[in-house]
């Protein structure tokens, strides 16, 4: 079974600080990865891909994969209230069609 | 929502009526999914369409069946629901499935309650 973890949290951090949130994934044949931003009551919104190791950066947000530790993170500067949602990590999983796995998502609370 | 509708947008059923969403979409993308969404368990896979009339299962197909005969409408049916389909389910379509193009993009959703 192919699997993607996240801590469910929720993640307290204050206005202004970095957030980090972090995904391991099971399945070594994996190529690509992505963090949806979901806030309640809504349907998930794509905030980043990846697919090469290191680091990929858009603005404020930073994702970082590490695929021999089958490992992804993303991290939030400059944190703002808006931020506030459930952020959740995807994994396409090897084969066809496109098929994406998706961890159960971490909770972000930023507090003024 | 990226030009993609879903209906109804809440609906409450009763254990063992027949049940259809339906997702539509105005950007002509080949690939279309249904997830469902539930507490604790992030969003699931039920069934996913590579073209007309081309659709396979996902990881949680059980009790669910997909129709697509255009390529804007994919439908979902639970053919007998019970309270476990419980859920919030949403669409999303891909334009492709090439690497570096194959961003999902997700409807506003269906709440369907099952008593």
């Known amino acids: 079974q192919k699997e993607v973890e996240q801590n469910s949290g929720p993640l307290s951090v204050p206005e202004g600080a970095i957030a980090s949130l972090n995904c391991t994934y099971s399945?070594?044949?994996?190529?690509?990865f992505f963090w949806y931003r979901q806030y309640s009551g809504k349907s998930p919104e794509l905030i980043m891909s990846?697919?090469?190791?290191g680091d990929k950066e858009d603005g404020r947000f930073t994702a970082q994969l590490n695929k021999a530790s089958q490992y992804v993170s993303l991290l939030i500067r400059d944190s703002q209230p808006s931020d506030s949602a459930t952020y959740l990590c995807?994994?396409?999983?090897?084969?066809?069609?496109?098929?994406?796995?998706f961890g159960a998502g971490t909770r972000l609370a930023v507090h003024p | 929502d990226a030009g993609i509708t879903q209906s109804p947008r809440h609906k409450v059923t009763e254990t063992g009526t027949p049940v259809t969403l339906r997702c539509h979409q105005t950007?002509?993308?080949?690939?279309m999914y249904w997830y469902r969404q539930d507490p604790g368990h992030g969003l699931r896979l039920i069934h996913y369409?590579?073209?007309?009339?081309?659709?396979d299962k996902g990881e949680v197909s059980d009790g669910y069946s997909v129709s697509r005969s255009k390529t804007e409408d994919f439908l979902l049916t639970l053919e007998s629901a019970t309270s476990s389909q419980t859920s919030v389910y949403f669409c999303?379509?891909?334009?492709?499935?090439?690497?570096?193009?194959?961003?999902?993009?997700f409807g506003p959703g269906t709440r369907l309650l099952v008593l």
């Open positions: 999303a379509i891909s334009e492709s499935v090439t690497v570096h193009q194959e961003t999902q993009y």
């Open positions: 399945d070594r044949g994996s190529q690509s």
């Open positions: 990846i697919y090469s190791n």
């Open positions: 995807a994994v396409r999983i090897s084969g066809g069609y496109n098929k994406l796995i």
């Open positions: 950007e002509n993308h080949r690939y």
């Open positions: 369409s590579y073209g007309v009339k081309d659709t």
